[in-house]
């Protein structure tokens, strides 16, 4: 009997031991990519030479409701950085050393395709990360709440007509709100990293929000489920933003 009690104590100590083990070394050496992700600093991410990129006012894990860190952080830091740091490199040498992004993008020739695709990376990361706030979502407010309601009837008309354009995209590319040449609030699409600023748009105007739908900006959360991440991006669009850039393209 008293045999038996032993094998049975070696048993369990022995089973606790191996169990154990596994556990605390995962414990240990584990830190998620995710983790690391929320606690990075964008203002840390510098690009090389005359443009820079916009200062983020929120940190990767703020905007969590609707987009995870780590696909923010790769976003910003990685393709954000390198469409800005392409276009930099791109540019020297040339009179759009000296020229606005937006003055650079109106007067593009199509065929020079660094600037084509790094000044337009360049241009909508700009907008799309400035158009995003932690305290966003919600209804339109102030001057583009009107503005919507006149050119749309409403908002939920809008967001419908930008989730569409967002979804009905074929492969890469962005959805727009626009201020049109005549005064109009419209909604468009382009390809990869096209935008209405460009010559070869059929609609053209400002863009006064942008929403990218390459995968890159949403896959490791939402996968295949594009409409999903449009959905989830009305969360933290900043009308504050919108207007700032409202008032800005009614200007020019
Ligand atoms: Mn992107």
Redesign the pocket.
């Known amino acids: 009997m008293n045999k038996i009690i032993l094998a049975f104590s070696i048993l369990v100590t022995s089973n606790a031991y191996l169990s154990a083990t596994p556990k605390e070394n995962i414990n240990l050496n584990t830190t998620s990519i995710s983790e690391s992700a929320s606690q990075a600093d964008p203002n840390s991410v510098k690009a090389k030479g005359k443009f820079q990129l916009v200062t983020l006012n929120y940190g990767y894990s703020d905007l969590e409701k609707s987009i995870d860190a780590e696909t923010m952080e790769i976003?910003y830091s990685k393709?954000?950085l390198g469409y800005t740091n392409n276009l930099n490199n791109a540019i020297i040498g040339t009179e759009m050393e000296n020229q606005s992004i937006e003055t650079i993008l109106k007067n593009l020739d199509m065929n020079n395709s660094a600037v084509r695709n790094n000044g337009g990376?360049y241009y909508?990361?700009s907008l799309?990360f400035s158009t995003m706030s932690p305290k966003g979502g919600g209804s339109p407010k102030g001057e583009i709440a009107n503005e919507i309601k006149k050119d749309f009837g409403s908002f939920d008309e809008l967001k419908k007509q930008l989730s569409d354009a967002g979804a009905k995209q074929f492969g890469s590319g962005w959805a727009w709100l626009i201020l049109t040449e005549d005064g109009k609030l419209a909604v468009t699409s382009t390809a990869n990293q096209d935008n209405p600023l460009m010559p070869n748009q059929t609609v053209k105007g400002t863009p006064i929000l942008g929403i990218?739908v390459?995968e890159?900006?949403y896959y490791l959360r939402y996968q295949n489920k594009r409409a999903d991440y449009l959905n989830a991006y009305f969360n933290v669009v900043d009308w504050d933003a919108v207007n700032n850039n409202y008032r800005n393209a009614i200007k020019k």
């Open positions: 976003h393709h954000y990376g909508n990361h799309y990218d390459w890159h900006a």
